[in-house]
């Protein structure tokens, strides 16, 4: 276990606790200010001021005896002395990791509320309308979790440049546009929750698509999206799709340690070795999805999560029916028309109906600009193609799926099934 | 717009591996270059012997200097490269990440300088 953010194991649990405290806080902090300036980068230049200012003064005179409303304080004097330095989250982070030491000695455990918690109507005006698609997930884990520029530049694989100057241009959008920070009436909710769901969702689908855990920066992503989705499940514990979304990420990361063996190779899904699924993270999500479904309005992230549902008590039972999991892609498929479903729903009609059922499926998306470049799905077809005794296309379909892989593991797990195949091929075909 | 991915590795890694691992690694380039090609974003890859071959010349005092060895004495050194056209620094990056060169070593983007009057598709 390597360490990202503490050099000694032994203070890592203690690390981890301040951590926390800090992201808590200065979401909160953020939150409040920025509503109240209705301006994202000048609430962190305040914020950022704070945090200095805490550093010099707490080793001093002492912690206060609620640090959050001393920040706030001091935040709120600085934001209205028009400090409009343009520091960005780059600055904050390093001042991050050393109040999270100083505040986790000062409060122990957790201090009673002080001021109303506005990261909801944050969450909400990151992921508002007339912000652009690809920087919302972004700029929620600068605001909601302080996160550096550089580092979510990783994870979403752009350059650090150009994550900042994106990121700046949102905030920029926010002040100028004067989007609000209020949670939205009834009448655009379900759109606008949507597009929160959508944001938290593609902030663990880029922690998890590379799966190498030593890639440290984007393992941590996968935490940042689990913390916001912990927290939206937190806010709107009405809302049964956000149950839905934290139970889908929690079923996933279940299974992370089973998707290598020893050696580091790609184990797939169906043999994974089920004991190392962690039990206790499915309960939860059990736990989350028939609270979901106790309110009576399925959605798509309610459907996904009762599909992984069903692929993990199909493995644990050993059932090989599969029409409860093509039953559910008919129903996740007619809500939200993803080529991406269609494909997984082929993969279940091929153990359900065999694979030419599948192949003719699958003939079809390959008119799908979308997928062209999508790896699961040259994955997919390859499988598929290899399974129906098509050797010439499941051979191409593993080139372009090892041409796409990013993980060497995925790769080596490609390659070595394209090799068997070209070893059982007389030379005249291959 | 062009851009040129250097593929910088550690060229003892090459014959540290076994020849199944050696035969498996040109395999998946080969993969990717195929990739590279369908989606229409190939314009060239070559791959470069090994850095005791590299020579250096330059003119100092309208003399040319030859040197062996390469330019830059560096832990990983180029060992080739791969021209494509895409259509911005985001798609040349997902590129250079899916690049099997991006786990055994280092890739540096570089977009290609514009010459005018050079045809683009």
């Known amino acids: 276990m390597a360490h990202a953010r ?40 305040a914020l950022s001021e704070a945090f200095a200012a805490a550093l010099a003064d ?58 109303p918690d506005r990261r909801l109507a944050l969450l909400f005006a990151c992921a508002h309308p007339a912000i652009d698609v690809s920087i919302r997930a972004p700029l929620m884990l600068q605001t909601v979790l302080g996160l550096e520029a550089k580092t979510i530049a990783c994870a979403f694989l752009v350059s650090p440049e150009a994550m900042s100057k994106r990121l700046g241009r949102a905030k920029q959008k926010i002040r100028e546009a004067g989007i609000p920070f ?24 880029e922690g998890w698509s590379e799966p190498d855990d030593a890639d440290l920066t984007r393992r941590d992503l996968v935490e940042e999206a689990l913390f916001l989705a912990r927290l939206l499940a937190e806010l709107l514990p009405q809302e049964p799709e956000t ?22 190779e790609y184990v797939p899904f169906a043999e994974q070795d089920t004991r190392l699924w962690d039990a206790g993270m499915i309960d939860d999500a059990e736990d989350l999805l028939r609270r979901a479904s106790a309110f009576g309005r399925i959605g798509r992230y309610q459907l996904e999560a009762a599909l992984q549902s069903a692929h ?45 059922a599948a192949v003719a499926i699958i003939r079809t998306l390959s008119e799908d600009k979308r997928l ?36 060497p593991a995925v790769r080596r797990f490609l390659q070595r099934k394209q090799e068997a195949i070209l070893s059982q091929t007389p030379p005249s075909v291959a | 717009m062009q851009y040129l991915l250097l593929l910088f590795a550690d060229e003892t890694g090459w014959h540290r591996m076994s020849s199944e691992e050696q035969t498996r690694g040109v ?40 040197l062996d060895g390469t330019y ?50």
Request: one cysteine or more; hydrophobic letters at 40%.
């Open chain 1, 372 to 407: 062209a470049e999508y790896q699961p799905y040259w994955a997919a077809r390859a499988a598929l193609f290899a399974r129906a005794g098509d050797e010439r296309e499941a051979l191409h379909a593993y080139e372009m799926a090892i041409g796409l892989a990013c993980d």
């Open chain 2, 72 to 121: 830059a004495d560096t832990k990983e050194q180029l060992g080739g490269y791969f021209l494509i056209d895409a259509p911005d620094l985001d798609a040349a990056l997902g590129w250079a990440a899916r690049c099997p060169g991006a786990s055994h070593g280092t890739i540096e983007v570089r977009p290609v300088w514009p010459t005018p009057g050079a045809s683009s598709p």
């Open chain 1, 243 to 264: 149950l839905g979304l934290l139970a889908g990420m929690l079923y996933t990361e279940a299974r992370r340690r089973a998707r290598r063996n020893v050696e580091g």
């Open chain 1, 182 to 205: 209020v949670i939205p009436e009834r009448d655009a909710w379900n759109e606008r929750l949507e597009a929160v769901l959508a944001a938290i969702y593609a902030s663990y689908a």
């Open chain 1, 58 to 115: 707490w080793p001093v005179h002492g912690c206060p005896d609620s640090p959050e409303s001393w920040l706030m304080t001091v935040a709120r004097r600085k934001g209205i002395d028009g400090v409009r330095r343009r520091r960005s989250g780059e600055a904050v982070s390093a001042q991050l990791q050393a109040i999270a030491d100083m505040h986790a000695e000062c409060t122990g455990t957790s201090e009673e509320e002080v001021f």
């Open chain 1, 312 to 356: 993990i008590e199909r493995r644990r039972s050993g059932r090989s029916d599969w029409s409860p999991e093509v039953q559910l892609y008919d129903a996740l498929y007619a809500l939200t028309r993803s080529p991406v479903v269609a494909l997984n729903r082929a993969l279940a009609v091929a153990e359900l109906n065999g694979p030419d």
């Open chain 1, 6 to 45: 503490g050099q000694f194991a032994v203070s890592d649990d203690a690390r981890a606790a301040a951590n926390a405290v800090a992201r808590h806080s200065y979401g909160k902090l953020l939150a409040y200010l920025a509503a109240d300036m209705r301006d994202v980068s000048a609430a962190e230049d």
């Open chain 2, 27 to 66: 395999a998946a380039y080969r993969a990717y270059t195929e990739t590279l090609k369908e989606a229409g974003v190939y314009v060239g890859s070559n791959r470069l012997q090994d850095t005791n071959t590299a020579t250096t010349v330059r003119l100092v005092d309208g003399k040319s200097q030859v």
